[in-house]
């Protein structure tokens, strides 16, 4: 099992950037396929980027390619999710997610372990 802990949330003005930071701790992300997902109020959960072991090919949906760029330190036991560029509809809680295959995906429901979310607003 592994358990996720997001945070660098925060508000910024439109055109900002922020990096998010998901820790693991338990098992080794050697094994996991780690995605960042968000939601916003009244939206469903919105799959953005994954990164899959052991190559760290990175996927990335349409709404962030270019903007966000998603990494990995497997000694840390860290991803983050580097956001530039940020814009008011990138405003809601950002969550990152394991699913233990190397093998990408940007569905919520092939996940199997959650952290609690950061928040991130854009606004001026």
């Known amino acids: 099992q592994v358990q996720l802990v997001e945070s660098g949330g925060d508000l910024v003005q439109p055109g900002g950037s922020l990096r998010l930071s998901c820790a693991a701790s338990g098992d080794t992300l050697k094994s996991y396929t780690i995605g960042w997902f968000r939601q916003a109020p009244g939206k469903e959960r919105e799959g953005l980027s994954c990164i899959t072991p052991p190559t760290t090919a990175e996927y990335y949906a349409d709404s962030v390619k270019g903007r966000f760029a998603i990494s990995r330190d497997n000694a840390k036991k860290t991803v983050y999710l580097q956001m530039d560029n940020l814009k008011s509809d990138d405003t809601a809680i950002y969550y990152c997610?394991?699913?233990?295959?190397?093998?990408?995906?940007?569905?919520?429901?092939?996940?199997?372990?959650w952290g609690q979310g950061t928040q991130v607003t854009v606004s001026s």
């Open positions: 997610a394991a699913r233990k295959s190397w093998t990408s995906s940007l569905q919520a429901k092939s996940y199997d372990y």
